[in-house]
Structure formats: structure tokens, C-alpha cells
Nanobody, 126 residues
């Protein structure tokens, strides 16, 4: 069973940076695609960025230029570097995995993922 665990959230002021990490286990040598999502209170869970099994990265339009997704395949860890944070970035951030599959695209819809972490809270104050 795939398990995901996020870390790195916190409270900070506008303009600051955070790096989130997501440790994955249970892959058993099979291929999964991963992504980062976020959900603010009263809002839907939206995609931030995703990586395909071929390493192709997709970002939400609003995340381009400020957020960077990366992964360390050797250690099954996914990262999200977040810069120039704004109060609107305040949300619970989740990593997600989909698969296993021989190939999977960088999906940007929550319903396309079948494994989720518990989330890490990011709070940005003005």
C-alpha cells in the first residue's frame, strides 16, 4: 500500500519561501506519477503542479514562476519549493500519487489520483 507523508509547512509572512517535502513508501518498484495540490477552507482542492512518469512537469498558471516541483526518484521524495508567498497561498498542501502504471501523465485533477498524504498547513500573513 502506498503511503505519503508531507512535511515542511508553517506560518510565515508574505514574500517568504518554504520547501515542502513528501516522502513516499510502498511503491514496490512500480511507477507512480505524483503531484501537489492545495485546499483552502471552503474551497475545492486545486492542483499546484504535477510530474509525469517521463518527468514532464505541469504547473497551474498561477504557480508558474513562483513554485517549483521536483522529485528525488532514488529516495521516493517529492518536493515543492514555494517562493514569494502571498496570503492567498494560505491552504493545506497535499501530495498525491496515481498508479501504478507503465506510463502516466502529469494529471491536474484531484479525482485522477488514488493516494493522498495527510497534508501540511501553510499560512501566509500580510
Amino acid at each position: 500500500q502506498v503511503q505519503l507523508g508531507e512535511a515542511g509547512g508553517g506560518s510565515l509572512q508574505s514574500g517568504g519561501s518554504l520547501r515542502l517535502s513528501c516522502a513516499a513508501s510502498g511503491y514496490s518498484g512500480r511507477t507512480y506519477c505524483m503531484g501537489w495540490f492545495r485546499q483552502a477552507p471552503g474551497k475545492e482542492r486545486d492542483a499546484v503542479a504535477a510530474i509525469s512518469s517521463r518527468g514532464i512537469i505541469t504547473y497551474a498558471a498561477w504557480a508558474k514562476g513562483r513554485f517549483t516541483i521536483s522529485q528525488d526518484n532514488a529516495n521516493n521524495t517529492l518536493y515543492l519549493q514555494m517562493n514569494l508567498l502571498k496570503p492567498d497561498d494560505t491552504a493545506m498542501y497535499y501530495c498525491a500519487a496515481r498508479g501504478p502504471a507503465d506510463y502516466c501523465s502529469g494529471a491536474m485533477l484531484a479525482r485522477q489520483y488514488n493516494f493522498w498524504g495527510q497534508g501540511t498547513q501553510v499560512t501566509v500573513s500580510s
